[in-house]
């Protein structure tokens, strides 16, 4: 099957929501972690679900660059890694609007505890505490474009790897294993 640039960009939409949909979901987990109260439950919580979507993604990152490869003809390394850049940044743009989202109707009890948190963690005196909680108002807007960033920039290196890796692979997996015979590449 033949592929164009508008195939990349649809075969990056269904990867994003994939992506999109395990980092909203490791991201909903954690919230709901945070409503036990308990500190331990928390961070295992956090720790836990940050492995899983880290590597989770690498997993889905390379099934999805395979399944691209197998499914058209004449793919090269520079589609996988259009394509993965492309789910990277549609992905990225769905969890950094849940996170900005969830920020957006956060309790005004629970941004001040934050803020708390921050000023104790940070060694900030009483008098830093205007600045950080005129931040407060940006923080959603501020928490989108970083957090894009962020998923744009680790998909893309993502892609990277994985496209490389997915074609040195097919490259070197697919020589039929080496016999001691005459006919060996060397002698010929």
């Known amino acids: 099957m033949k592929f164009d640039n508008n195939t990349i960009w649809n075969e990056a939409s269904r990867a994003g929501l994939l992506f999109g949909a395990v980092s909203v979901g490791c991201l909903l987990l954690k919230e709901l972690a945070t409503l036990s109260g308990s500190n331990f439950l928390i961070q295992a919580a956090a720790i836990i679900l940050w492995a899983v979507e880290f590597f989770g993604c690498i997993l889905i990152m390379k099934n999805i660059i395979l399944r691209f490869r197998d499914k058209y003809e004449g793919v090269k390394m520079e589609d996988t890694y259009k394509l993965g ?93 080496r016999e001691d015979n005459d006919n060996s590449p060397e002698d010929q």
């Open 85 to 177: 850049r492309r789910a990277a940044l549609l992905s990225g743009l769905i969890l950094a609007s849940a996170q900005a989202f969830i920020i957006l109707k956060m309790p005004a009890e629970a941004l001040d505890t934050m803020v708390d948190q921050m000023m104790s963690g940070m060694q900030l005196l009483s008098s830093d505490r205007d600045a950080v909680e005129g931040t407060l108002d940006k923080l959603p807007v501020l928490t989108f474009i970083f957090q894009w960033l962020y998923c744009f920039l680790y998909g893309s290196v993502l892609a990277s790897i994985m496209s490389r890796y997915i074609f040195l692979q097919k490259l070197f997996g697919g020589f039929p294993p």
